[in-house]
């Protein structure tokens, strides 16, 4: 308690030295109070089974960031995790680094949301994380965090956004009414893809899906390129970026990276935070092209994290926070709003789907095919008999694609898939020699016009068709007959 000097109203000027001299411990006891250790929060850790922290004495919001204190002798003092659920006073945490170290009754501080360095955002809301987008950040590689990986120093960026994004009225977004060339002759001409679409490529495992976005992405004439490589291997990271994606890829792309050495949770902020960035090139005005690889990896992560928690499994393994995270992911991509003169930016997006053994009916490629504009299938067959890119033409389709083309080309399309249809489901009699020409007029056209269709449908990997020069090429097919 500081004692107040009680001073008359007739005390002489030279009395006042018993207010200055209370001024002055009351300074020094503000001086004290600014300089003492603020009291912090804390918890304790109470359980630890597989993927999954408990914690008491804490109560926070989903989504929210901790530091877990680690015992002496580790490189590093804490571990940051995540709350993904709470049952009653008990948090769920998952841990986004290695687990091993951890005590029981560790102390689990609250991370305070960070406000970014002097750009002039708000502080983040408790619970949300907010990471770096920027024009600067094109040719970078970054992590799920907003790290970079590619030793080139701090990122210039222009300001942090929140990994979640409102969703946009379906109402207020531009309709999609112009082809984006993406450079690969097969599906610009025959699976014409628009501004804003959102396709998935499905594919087994080395059917050449990594090679066919790379040439989308140094093709494309998209202004801006978003690469999310999410939950693959190490070494493709690195062969992506360096061999496929290359140097002219790059300079106008943002790759993050998530590999399938991080914890679920970092594979799904890496998607999460590939979606952002997309996001805001597009409200800049600028056509984007997401690519993500992959989707099917994504909802394994939160198949992880959900199972975890308790969560039960539905279809084939798959919990049913699964199927509600997909379409909210993939929604964020497409076209935004245009302004008063009519333009507007562009999220042309390709998520990757895993195909476990070819399977089409696997729970994540059905699901896929539900909510996307489109699919485009890789075959297994095609890729064996050195046919790249090896694009099943019958099993794949573009939504919007009449909306996009021409009569002239739409018919062209429509007898180039009669032709091979014709040939495919003869192809065993004509192998043989069972087939006698003269008996079907159609096939005998099919057969005569396999030869350029085959040839068509394949494209050297460094090679580049236009739009316009696909579409020519096409109906120049059939000027012959």
């Not at 390709?350 to 053994?357: I, Q």
Request: hydrophobic share 45%; with cysteine.
């Amino acid at each position: 308690m500081i004692d107040k000097p009680n001073l008359a109203a007739d005390d002489k000027p030279a009395d006042n030295r018993h207010l200055q001299a209370w001024r002055n411990t009351l300074g020094n006891a503000s001086l004290g109070v600014g300089r003492s250790i603020p009291i912090r929060t804390y918890g304790r850790l109470t359980r630890a089974v597989g993927l999954v922290l408990e914690a008491v004495g804490l109560r926070l919001p989903v989504g929210s960031d901790c530091l877990i204190e680690l015992p002496p002798g580790y490189a590093q003092r804490t571990t940051e995790a995540e709350v993904v659920g709470f049952a009653g006073d008990r948090l769920f945490l998952m841990p986004q680094t290695e687990v091993a170290g951890l005590l029981p009754g560790a102390r689990v501080y609250p991370l305070e949301a960070a406000v970014s360095c002097g750009n002039g955002n708000p502080p983040a809301e408790p619970g949300s994380k907010r990471l770096p987008v920027g024009a600067g950040m094109l040719g970078r590689v970054v992590d799920a965090a907003g790290r970079p990986l590619d030793g080139l120093g701090p990122l210039d960026f222009s300001r942090e956004v929140p990994l979640s994004a409102a969703p946009i009225n379906p109402l207020a977004r531009a309709p999609i009414d112009s082809v984006l060339d993406v450079g690969v002759r097969a599906i610009n001409a025959l699976l014409t893809v628009g501004r804003g679409q959102r396709m998935g490529l499905f594919a087994g495992s080395g059917v050449g899906k990594s090679v066919l976005l790379g040439m989308m992405a140094r093709y494309t004439s998209a202004e801006v390129i978003i690469v999310g490589l999410i939950g693959e291997r190490g070494r493709e990271v690195k062969d992506f970026i360096e061999n496929t994606l290359g140097v002219e890829g790059l300079a106008r792309a943002v790759v993050v990276a998530a590999p399938a050495d991080t914890s679920p949770l970092l594979r799904l902020q890496g998607a999460a935070y590939a979606t952002s960035l997309a996001e805001y090139f597009r409200d800049q005005g600028k056509d984007v092209l997401l690519i993500m690889d992959s989707l099917t990896r994504y909802a394994m992560a939160q198949r992880e994290i959900a199972l975890a928690v308790g969560e039960p499994p539905a279809t084939k393994g798959y919990p049913p926070s699964v199927f509600a995270k997909l379409p909210a992911l993939v929604e964020r991509a497409g076209n935004g709003a245009r302004d008063a003169a009519g333009k507007g930016g562009a999220i042309t997006a390709f998520y990757t789907v895993l195909t476990e053994g070819d399977d089409q009916q696997d729970p994540i490629a059905d699901a896929a095919r539900a909510i996307l504009d489109g699919h485009v299938v890789l075959s297994r067959s095609l890729a064996e008999s050195g046919h790249y890119p090896a694009i099943d033409i019958e099993a794949s389709i573009s939504r919007a694609m009449t909306s996009l083309i021409e009569p002239a080309q739409f018919d062209a399309v429509r007898r180039f898939k009669q032709m091979l249809s014709r040939y495919q489901r003869n192809r065993d009699l004509i192998s043989v020699g069972a087939y006698a020409a003269g008996h079907d007029l159609q096939l005998d056209q099919a057969i005569a016009l396999y030869p350029k269709i085959e040839a068509f449908l394949q494209q050297g990997m460094t090679e580049r068709a236009d739009y316009i020069e696909a579409v020519t090429q096409l109906e120049q097919l059939f000027q012959v007959d």
